[in-house]
């Protein structure tokens, strides 16, 4: 993740966070969505901060243990597809396949 997307996301989940930071949080996100190197755990990091939700608020949304949300975000984990599917799905996103024309 480059250091201007870094700088925009908070290190902390707060409910203060007003309408203008949660769309710098949003702006982001769907400008890392499109790159096929971003990593996973960034991605749902964003998601759940986008969410102003804690890493237990968001598991808990997306039906997974807090364990699991906290090692896919670090990327100490290989995560399952149906897994990925739960923490994408609040945001409308879905896994798929993508051929590299590289």
Known sequence: MNAKLRRAAPRRVTRALD??????LRENLMALVPESRARIGDLVRMMRLAARCSQKEYAKLCDVSPRVLMAVEAG?????????????????????VVRDVE
Do not use: C, I, M, S
Request: no cysteine.
């Open 76 to 96: 100490t984990t290989n995560v399952h597809v149906a897994t990925l599917e739960k923490l994408l799905g609040p945001f409308g996103y879905r896994v798929g």
């Open 19 to 24: 309408k203008a930071q949660v769309d710098v």
